[in-house]
């Protein structure tokens, strides 16, 4: 997970060693994106709360293409409602993008 998004480490306080340090992470960082706390609550009731978790992460890694974090959460949200969003491709082109970056840098 942090190899697809290593940003949300640089926003832990006391850096990311299990599960609830990324989830306590996220609800941190989703404030600092601007994402309203009603939307995180329901994208963490339809998904689960380690998938809105890796969403919020994905989001703030992409952040600077993204317009509205919250409005993109919602978006994703509702397709999670229905069965049309699967956080495993997100993180695969997260994977990649920050694969080609550090090739690019290194």
Known sequence: MLKSCPE????AVDGIGNWRDFMATATQVRGYLG????AY???CH?????????VIACILQRAQH??????YLRVLTDKARVGEFSVGPMLMAALKANS?????TG
């Open 46 to 54: 339809v998904m689960g709360q380690e998938t809105a978790a890796i």
């Open 66 to 71: 993204i317009n509205s974090a919250g409005g």
């Open 8 to 11: 949300i480490a640089d926003y």
């Open 35 to 38: 994402v309203s706390p009603s």
């Open 41 to 43: 609550e329901d994208a």
């Open 100 to 104: 080609a970056t550090a090739g690019m």
